[in-house]
C-alpha cells in the first residue's frame, strides 16, 4: 500500500510504503510532524527513509524521522555530498539549513528488503549527478527525474541535460509497465513500447 502526504512550499509528494507493520519513507521533504502522525495512523513501524535525491525540498524531514523512529536513510552514493552541502541541497539561505550524512548508501541496481517490502534503485543522473529511481513492485517512484507531463530540471547544482536524456532513455526502454509516484504532481502510468 502506498500513501501520498504533499509537504511544503514547493508542494512535494512524499510517500509511505508499507505492508503490514513495515513502513518505508520515500523522500520526506519537510512536515516531519505531519508524516509522523500519517505514520502513527497507519500503526507501522518506519524500516527506513529512501531519498531519490538530494534536494532541500525532498530530505527536509529525514532527520526528523530519523530521530524519532531510528530508522536508517539511505541515498545513493552519488548523492552523499549534497546531503550534507547546503549550497548543493539548495536549503543555503533557507529558513532551515540542512546537512546531515545519510547511515547508508545504495547503488545502481541494489536491491533492499524490509519485511514483505522489496526495493530496487536505478541511478538515473540528470536532474543531480545522483539522482535514482526507486522500484517497488509495478511501483516506479521517480523524485524529480520524472513527471507525468515532463521532467526534472537540469540547471540545479550538479544537474547535467545530456545525462538527463540518457537516463530518460533508460526508463523508455524498460520492459515492464509501472504506475509512475513522482516527487511532484500528479500520478502517472509508464507503458512498455511495442
Given at each position: 500500500?502506498?500513501?501520498?502526504?504533499?509537504?511544503?512550499?514547493?508542494?512535494?509528494?512524499?510517500?509511505?510504503?508499507?505492508s503490514g507493520k513495515t513502513a518505508v519513507?520515500?523522500?520526506?521533504?519537510?512536515?516531519?510532524?505531519?508524516i509522523m502522525e500519517s505514520i502513527s495512523?497507519?500503526?507501522?513501524?518506519?524500516?527506513?527513509?529512501?531519498?531519490?535525491?538530494?534536494?532541500?525540498?525532498?530530505?527536509?524531514?529525514?532527520?526528523?524521522?530519523?530521530?524519532?523512529?531510528?530508522?536508517?536513510?539511505?541515498?545513493?552514493?552519488?548523492?552523499?555530498?549534497?546531503?550534507?552541502?547546503?549550497?548543493?541541497?539548495?536549503?543555503?539561505?533557507?529558513?532551515?539549513?540542512?546537512?546531515?550524512?545519510?547511515?547508508?548508501?545504495?547503488?545502481?541496481?541494489?536491491?533492499?528488503?524490509?519485511?514483505?517490502?522489496?526495493?530496487?534503485?536505478?541511478?538515473?543522473?540528470?536532474?543531480?549527478?545522483?539522482?535514482?529511481?526507486?522500484?517497488?513492485?509495478?511501483?516506479?517512484?521517480?523524485?524529480?527525474?520524472?513527471?507525468?507531463?515532463?521532467?526534472?530540471?537540469?540547471?540545479?547544482?550538479?544537474?547535467?541535460?545530456?545525462?538527463?536524456?540518457?537516463?530518460?532513455?533508460?526508463?523508455?526502454?524498460?520492459?515492464?509497465?509501472?504506475?509512475?509516484?513522482?516527487?511532484?504532481?500528479?500520478?502517472?502510468?509508464?507503458?512498455?513500447?511495442?
Amino acid at each position: 500500500m502506498i500513501k501520498r502526504i504533499i509537504t511544503g512550499d514547493l508542494e512535494e509528494n512524499c510517500y509511505i510504503v508499507y505492508s503490514g507493520k513495515t513502513a518505508v519513507v520515500i523522500d520526506p521533504g519537510c512536515e516531519a510532524e505531519k508524516i509522523m502522525e500519517s505514520i502513527s495512523s497507519l500503526g507501522a513501524n518506519v524500516e527506513a527513509v529512501l531519498l531519490t535525491h538530494g534536494h532541500y525540498d525532498h530530505i527536509g524531514a529525514a532527520e526528523a524521522i530519523r530521530e524519532k523512529t531510528e530508522a536508517p536513510i539511505y541515498c545513493s552514493s552519488e548523492e552523499k555530498e549534497m546531503l550534507m552541502n547546503p549550497e548543493l541541497n539548495l536549503s543555503e539561505g533557507k529558513k532551515d539549513i540542512i546537512s546531515f550524512l545519510p547511515d547508508k548508501v545504495y547503488s545502481d541496481g541494489e536491491i533492499i528488503r524490509f519485511g514483505e517490502l522489496e526495493f530496487k534503485f536505478m541511478l538515473t543522473p540528470g536532474h543531480t549527478s545522483g539522482s535514482a529511481v526507486i522500484f517497488q513492485g509495478d511501483n516506479l517512484f521517480t523524485g524529480d527525474t520524472l513527471f507525468s507531463n515532463g521532467y526534472g530540471r537540469t540547471d540545479l547544482p550538479t544537474g547535467d541535460a545530456h545525462q538527463m536524456w540518457v537516463s530518460l532513455k533508460k526508463l523508455l526502454s524498460l520492459p515492464e509497465n509501472y504506475n509512475v509516484f513522482p516527487g511532484h504532481g500528479d500520478f502517472s502510468c509508464l507503458k512498455r513500447r511495442g
